[in-house]
């Protein structure tokens, strides 16, 4: 069974920056269109960006310009560089498949931006 593993939250202040990790146990990842989500608590979890395998990416519109997603396929990883961090942004981040049939959600990964 493919698992999810998320890592990189943390407590940030407003402004400040995290880069999140999602290790992937896929034997086909190269070839899967990634996503980062995130719940923040009483909401409905969203998909905040998504990179295909060949590279391209797509950002909501609340975190374009701040967040960079990346994958590395040898590592089986994908990123999530944040930037100018606001309170708004603070929920459990999750990846997952971009599309389609997902895997099991991971544990995900507690981001929690206050001053």
């Known amino acids: 069974q493919v698992q999810l593993v998320e890592s990189g939250g943390g407590l940030v202040q407003p402004g400040g920056s995290l880069r999140l990790s999602c290790v992937v146990s896929?034997?086909?990842?190269?070839?899967?269109?990634m996503a980062w989500y995130r719940q923040a608590p009483g909401k409905q979890r969203e998909l905040l960006a998504h990179i295909s395998s060949g590279g391209g990416t797509y950002y909501t519109d609340s975190v374009k310009g701040r967040f960079t997603i990346s994958r590395d396929n040898a590592k089986k990883t994908v990123y999530l560089q944040m930037n100018s961090l606001k309170p708004e942004d603070t929920a459990v981040y999750y990846c997952?498949?971009?599309?389609?049939?997902?895997?099991?959600w991971g544990q995900g990964t507690q981001v929690t931006v206050s001053s």
């Open positions: 896929a034997n086909l990842f190269s070839i899967d269109a």
């Open positions: 997952n498949k971009a599309s389609g049939s997902l895997y099991p």
